[in-house]
């Protein structure tokens, strides 16, 4: 069993919440729009991550971290890029990535909108986090929590953080 922090478009912002929220998590998945590599290395110093870089990262975390990352935790395939589209409009870079080989869990960030949507044409979960950091037109600022276990994912919160 996995416990996963998951956030995505923090723009460099840093807010003490994340860690407070994610203490009880295994791993912290970013999915993209870190903004600065001193918010990365917080996290790396803080517990296990996976992040994928947004089209606002810069040359030092684009080396650093792939911009499409596909994995196996728990028994569950798991693709995460931050532009990805969503169920029924995947973006044009992974469309046929999906449809050659669909993920039980696609993960991604961009739009800034918090999204659970199940894609039941290819059996795909779908999460994207919404923005945890302050740029953007976003009026809240979310974080995602989950359980991976045996090839389920489970026990979804979506975290709503105040701006005090």
């Known amino acids: 069993m996995k416990r996963i922090g998951l956030l995505s478009d923090t723009h460099g912002y840093i807010d003490r919440k994340y860690f407070e929220y994610f203490k009880d998590c295994d791993e912290i998945w970013h999915a993209g729009d870190i903004g600065s590599i001193e918010l990365a290395d917080e996290f790396e110093s803080f517990k296990p991550i996976r992040f994928v870089p947004g089209n606002i990262d810069g040359t030092e975390i684009r080396k650093r971290f792939p911009l499409i990352q596909r994995f196996s935790v728990e028994g569950v395939d798991v693709l995460m890029t931050h532009i990805g589209g969503y169920p029924g409009k995947y973006a044009p870079e992974i469309v046929s990535e999906i449809m050659r080989n669909p993920p039980k869990l696609f993960i991604s960030g961009h739009s ?24 953007g ?10 359980v991976i276990d045996s090839g389920n994912i489970r026990d979804l919160e979506v975290i709503e953080l105040s701006e005090q």
């Open 112 to 135: 800034h909108i918090l999204k659970v949507k199940y894609d039941k044409r290819f059996d795909i979960l779908h999460i994207n986090p919404g923005a945890a950091g302050k740029q």
């Open 137 to 146: 037109f976003h009026k809240v600022r979310t974080l995602v929590r989950f």
